[in-house]
């Protein structure tokens, strides 16, 4: 079930982030470096050393095919970023460019392309208050004992605080 949000739109005070990105290399990168740096210290926080899938922990990186098959890379924001997370979860960030007069953000869960682990989506125009949101999202879920249906619950119960639904 896609969980879908605009931020209150009483909230006149926020600032969308990287902009650009899907114009500027340079600003997509700085993006990409972002979230990598925003994902990290949960998957360092959560997984057991024993389990960490290729290091993850240390240094979360993309999953995804994230270029061409000529090897020249792709600078659509889907996805932005995407990571294992545990050996039975991945994460996938899809960032689109602001079009919206207030940030939106959506999130799901779903079966990811990976040996059927579950995926937590989350679908967002970057600000400095869709990261607050999508940071805690993260967060739950990188826990180990977050299930499909408690993550479910969770996004409702964040979102119903943060946003007009």
Known sequence: M???????????????????????????????????KTVKPFLQKNIKPAAAENNIAEDPHNIYNTAFADGQKMYDGNP????????????RIVQEEP?????????????????NRKELVIVLELSDLTKKIAARLIEHWAKDATDEKSMAAFIDSVFSQNTDK
């Open 2 to 36: 896609k969980n879908t949000a605009v931020l209150d739109k009483n909230t006149t005070q926020f600032k969308f982030l990287f902009q650009n990105f899907l114009e500027d290399k340079r600003i997509y990168v700085f993006n990409q470096n972002y979230w990598k």
């Open 80 to 91: 932005i970023f995407s990571t294992f997370v545990s050996q039975n979860k991945t994460l």
């Open 99 to 115: 079009e919206s007069e207030h940030p939106a953000i959506t999130a799901w869960t779903e079966k990811s392309d990976f040996d």
